[in-house]
């Protein structure tokens, strides 16, 4: 029975526990792909509880479609907002030895050692 695909199961271990998923695609005797109000993932059946719904996808059905099917039966599943990751400029660091090479050129002695580098910092 947990081997139909489109069969709307409920999760009762790990993580996404008490969700509802749909079976993808049947993987092995043990696992199957599911996808829902759960992550896509392999999930072992003996984490699954099956229900009498069945959905009418296909084998490897895409994430939206999942969704689709699940609103035709009245479960409403909420996207997932990923992390939006945003490109920092960071400020440019000048090594001790490029600071030097530019007061070379400008005329003045450069500075020698830790400390010196320390005082012309403050």
């Known amino acids: 029975m947990i ?18 998923c749909a079976v ?8 199957v792909l599911v996808d829902g109000q759960t992550r896509r993932r392999k999930c072992n059946i003996l984490h699954l509880e099956p229900t009498e719904q069945l959905l009418s996808i296909d084998k490897g059905a895409s994430h939206a479609d999942v969704i689709s099917a ?8 909420k996207e997932k907002v ?16 490029t600071k030097a090479a530019e007061e070379t050129a400008a005329g003045k002695k450069p500075a020698k050692g830790k400390k010196a580098v320390e005082k012309k910092k403050k």
Not at 7 to 19: N, T
Not at 24 to 31: G, K, S
């Open 3 to 20: 081997n139909d695909i489109g069969r709307v199961c409920v999760k009762i271990a790990g993580r996404d526990a008490g969700m509802r």
């Open 24 to 31: 993808i695609e049947v993987l092995d005797n043990n696992n």
């Open 70 to 77: 699940f609103k035709s039966i009245g479960v409403e599943i």
């Open 82 to 97: 990923g992390k939006a990751k945003e490109k920092k400029e960071k400020p440019s660091k000048k090594r001790a030895s």
